[in-house]
């Protein structure tokens, strides 16, 4: 499940509004806030991934359009 899915933009008044919906303030003038996702955990880390791409469970793209540069350890 993708963070896209998880999270939604929430203005003053509570109302919700999905990432996917481009918008820098909520229907009532509020500045956004981003809603709280669930934290890390062990199991949703590759192990044997020596980059960024270790976290590819919780990162907001798909990992198969990652470009890796070599950076390891990241």
């Given at each position: 499940?993708?963070?896209?899915?998880?999270?939604?933009?929430?203005?003053?008044?509570?109302k919700?509004?999905?990432?996917?919906?481009p918008?820098?303030?909520?229907?009532?003038?509020?500045?956004?806030?981003?809603?709280?996702?669930?934290?890390?955990?062990?199991?949703?880390?590759?192990?044997?991934?020596?980059?960024?791409?270790?976290?590819?469970?919780?990162?907001?793209v798909?990992?198969?359009?990652?470009?890796?540069?070599?950076?390891?350890?990241?």
């Amino acid at each position: 499940m993708s963070l896209r899915s998880r999270a939604t933009f929430i203005d003053r008044s509570g109302k919700s509004y999905p990432l996917t919906d481009p918008r820098w303030r909520g229907d009532d003038g509020s500045p956004l806030s981003l809603s709280e996702l669930p934290g890390l955990t062990p199991a949703q880390i590759v192990p044997l991934e020596r980059s960024i791409w270790r976290y590819q469970g919780v990162l907001p793209v798909d990992p198969a359009s990652g470009v890796s540069l070599g950076e390891g350890w990241t």
